[in-house]
C-alpha cells in the first residue's frame, strides 16, 4: 500500500511528527535539467471551475456583449478584489490538455492550502491549516489527482508553499482589536486568544478551524510575536532585522530562532511530497527567512525528495527587491535552492523592452550581471526563473503587460524574450490569452484605481479565466456547497471586464504564436542551454550598433557551433527590418565541418510567429524553412532580414 492509499481515507493527521513518512520509493523522476521545462501559472480559485462547456468563448474585441443586464464595473472590481470565484481543483484537472497543447511541461499551482474559513483569501498565502486543502478548491485526494493526472498528461507540478508566515490565527494580547506596533528583537509581545471558524477569539483551540494546525504549531514561542513593522526595513544580512521578523498584513510571522521550529514546518511539506508526488515548490517571501534557516529548509526538503527518487527536486524562492537580493540568497542557499524568480528590476524592464518603449540593451545589460564569471553566456539560465506576468509584480504597476498593448498578440514580443533567452520560462494563466483588463474608456470612466493606487491593486492581475457567472458568498456562506454558496446579486471577475464567459481559446491570436515559439524551443538544445549574446543591427548601410528602442531586437544563443539567431520586432504597429550581426568565426565556409559544401552560408528560418498565426495563408517574409544567406561587411558577418511583422518573432539556425 503506498503512502497516499494509507493517508487519504483517514482525517487529516492533527500532529506531524507521528506520521511515518516513506523512504527509498519511487517518485516521478525529475527532469535532468529544468532549462528544459516551460511552467504554466495559476491561481487555483481563478482558473477554472471544470463548468465552461456551459459557458460561451469570449471574443475579447466584443467584451461589451458579454457583460449581463445590470452589470456594473464597480462590483465586478470588488468581486475580484475580494472574494472567492469558485475555480478548484478538478476544474484545474479538466484544463490538463490545454496547458499541454500551449507546451507547457510544468504547472506551478498557487496555494492549495486550508485558509481561514471566515477569510476570503482566494489567494492562498494565510494558512490556517498546513495539513489539509481549503475546502473551496477540493480536497486531497482532489490534489493528489490532480498530480497524477498531470504527470499522465507529461506535466510536471510545482506546489506554492509558505515558510515564513501564518495566517492571523491568533491576536495580540496587548492590542485585540490592532497590530501592536514593532518590537526589535529580542523583544515580543505576548500572545493573545485564538480565533475560532467564526473569527472571534476563545481561549482554547477547539476543532480543526480553530487556531492553526496541526499541533505542532500552536506553542507561543513558535512566533516572533513583533507586531507591525515595515516589511522594507533592515539589512538582508541581518537574521533579526524588522522585514524579517515582523508580521505581514493579517499573517502571523513564525519564529525560526526556536528549536523544533525548523524541523516541524520542513515535516509539513515533507508530508505533502509523499503525498502528492509533487516535482518541487515555489517558496513564497523566501526573503523573509533568515539565510541560515532558509538553506537549511530547502536542504531538508532536497534531501527527503532525493529518498524518494526526486533527484533534483525544483525550489524556485520568491526573494522580492533588487536583482541583488535575489543573487546572495542564490549563493548563500547554494546548491540547496534551484532559482529565484525575476521579479526584481528585470520584469517591468523586459516589459518596456518588448513594448519598444526602453533599448533593448537595457534588458540585456541586467541579465549580464547574473553571473559575473561567464557574464550572460550561459550557466545563469539554469538559476533563473523568468516571467513577465504574475499574480503580484511586486516591482513595477500592477497592471498585464497586454494592458493598453498595440495588438492582441503583441504580448508574443515578450514571450519570446522568456522563451529564447537566458532561465528557465514561466507564463502566468491568461497571459497566452493577452489579458488586458477592460476597455481603456472602460477604466477611465469606472475604475480610477485600475492603474494606480496605495497600494496599487493586485486584483487586475488576477482575472478568473473561466468567466464565473458570481462570486462566492462572503465568509462561512461561501462554503456551502453547489449555488447556495455564491452571491448571484454580484457579477463575476471574468476577464476583459466581463461576467459569465471563458477565455480558453487555443485559436488565439497569442495562443498560437506562442505554441508555436515553444516548440521551437523544444525541437533546438542550443534555445534551452546555449551562450547568449546580445547582437547589433544595421539600417541603410549604418555601422553596425546595439539598437534603439522600438527597432529589431536580436541576440544568438550558441551551443558548440550551432548559432540559434532569435529576432523581434520591438515596434508594436510597424513593420521593421535590418542587417543583423552573427558569429563570423562559425558562419563562414572555412568553419571546421561547415554543411555548406563550399556555397556561401546560410541561416534556416525554423520559425516565423506571423506564419503560425497566418498558416497556409501566410505571404509575408522570411517563411519556415527559407535561408537567409550570411553576408560580410566591415569584417561583420550579418544576415539581411526584412519586413518582420509587429510584435513578431523569427527564429534562424545556421546548423539546421
Known sequence: MGFADEILPKPRPDSIRPVKLPRRIQGFPSPSDWRDEVIYFFLPDRFSDGKEAGRPLLDPTKAASFRPAGFRFD?????????????NLQGARSKLAYIASLGAT??????????RTHWDSYHGYAIQDFLEV??????????????SAAHDAGLRVLLDVIFNHTSQNWLYDANPADQPPFKPWPDFYNRGPWLDRQGKPVAQIGGPDDGVHPQELQP???????????LGAGDINDPHCEF????FVGDRDINYDQPGVLDDVARCYKYWIALTDCDGFRIDTL????????????GALKEFAASLGKADFFLVGEVAGSDFDADLYLKILGSNLNATLNIGEIRPTLTAVAKGLQPPVNYFSLTAVWDKDL???????????????DHDHVAGDKVRFSSDAASNHQIVAGIAMLLFGLGIPCIYSGTEQAFAGPERSERKQFLPDYSVGNPPPDKYLREAMFGPEHPRLLGLAGLAA??????????????????GAHCFNPNSAAFVRIAALIATRRKYPSLRYGRQYQRPTSNFGTSFALPQQGELIAWSRILDDEEALCVVNGHGTENRGADVAVDAALNSPQAAGDPWSGSAPFFEVVSNSAQAAAGSAYTGTHPVGSQAPVSVRDGIAFLALRGVGPSEVLVLINRP
Open 375 to 389: 557574464g550572460s553566456h550561459r550557466n545563469s539560465g539554469e538559476r533563473r526563473v523568468s516571467i513577465l506576468d
Open 482 to 499: 453547489g449555488p447556495a454558496g455564491f452571491d448571484t446579486n454580484m457579477p463575476g471577475f471574468g476577464p476583459f471586464g466581463t461576467s
Open 244 to 247: 524579517r521578523r515582523t508580521d
Open 220 to 230: 507561543d514561542n513558535y512566533y516572533t510575536r513583533a507586531g507591525e513593522g515595515n
Open 287 to 298: 526573503k523573509h527567512i533568515d539565510q541560515d534557516s532558509g538553506r537549511n529548509l530547502c
Open 134 to 147: 481549503d475546502p473551496r478548491f477540493g480536497n486531497r485526494k482532489d490534489l493528489v489527482n490532480f498530480v
Open 75 to 87: 462590483q465586478w472590481a470588488a468581486s475580484g478584489g475580494g472574494r472567492f470565484q469558485g475555480g
Open 106 to 115: 510544468t504547472v506551478w499551482v498557487g496555494p492549495i492550502f486550508k485558509q
